[in-house]
């Protein structure tokens, strides 16, 4: 991975631990949820935080750099990156909102794979956590 793309990963998933953490922190502290499922809490306030925050801001940042045709873009790797980390249905509905990368059928391949792949995920952490 190149150094930029490994920044943006990086300053990615600070934010977004920096929001669930927060998140978490909060609903603990109001007594919606139970502090002793720590694990289930931290990944579902990570989740929400990259579905709701990070990815959907790394889509409008690179379709701003995009227009202005000049300054730092975001790698194709890094959105990539979270959409297979958990953030693939994000992802395509920032690609859709924003009509950012929506002419690239290899893109669309991709995201798509990463939802299929995060299904997938979704029902493994189901059964992980005996939901199913």
């Not at 989740?47 to 959907?56: I, Q, Y």
Request: glycine share 10%; aromatic share 12%; with cysteine.
């Amino acid at each position: 991975m190149a150094p930029l793309t490994v920044r943006w990963v990086l300053g990615g998933l600070i934010i977004g631990t920096g929001l669930a953490l927060g998140l978490a922190w909060s609903l603990t502290r109001s007594g919606l949820i139970d502090p002793h499922r720590l694990d289930l809490l931290l990944l579902c306030c990570a989740l929400l935080s990259l579905n709701l925050m990070v990815v959907p801001g790394l889509y409008w940042w690179d379709k701003r750099k995009a227009r202005q045709e000049r300054g730092l873009r975001v790698p194709e790797a890094v959105l990539h990156f979270f959409a297979f980390a958990g953030a693939a249905f994000a992802a395509l509905a920032s690609q859709r909102v924003l009509r950012h990368k929506t002419r690239k059928r290899q893109f669309a391949v991709i995201t798509w794979i990463a939802i299929a792949g995060n299904i997938g995920l979704f029902y493994l952490g189901l059964r992980y956590f005996d939901f199913l």
